[in-house]
C-alpha cells in the first residue's frame, strides 16, 4: 500500500513508511529467488502429487529424514 501511495500521490517514502507504520528497509526490500527455494519448491511439488494427503510437515520429515536433507524450517 505504501508503494501505490508513492507511486499514484507522489508522495515521499518517508512519509507513505510514517502513514503506513513501515519501516524503510521493509518499503525497500525485495525477495530474491534462488537455486534453493527452486529445489525446495520442486520437491514440495513432486511429493504432494505423489502423496495427495501428505501436508507440509510430513513432507518436510520425509526429505529432512528419508532424503537426507538439511534444511532449516522453523516451527
Known sequence: MAKEAVESK?????LACDIFQVS???YRYNAKRN??????AHWLMRLTDN?????????????????????NHML
Open 10 to 14: 507522489g508522495i515521499s517514502i518517508r
Open 35 to 40: 537455486a534453493e527455494n527452486e529445489e525446495i
Open 51 to 71: 502423496h495427495r494427503s501428505w501436508g507440509f510437515g510430513l513432507c518436510y520429515l520425509y526429505l529432512r529424514n528419508v532424503r537426507g536433507y538439511s534444511w
Open 24 to 26: 524503510q528497509t521493509c
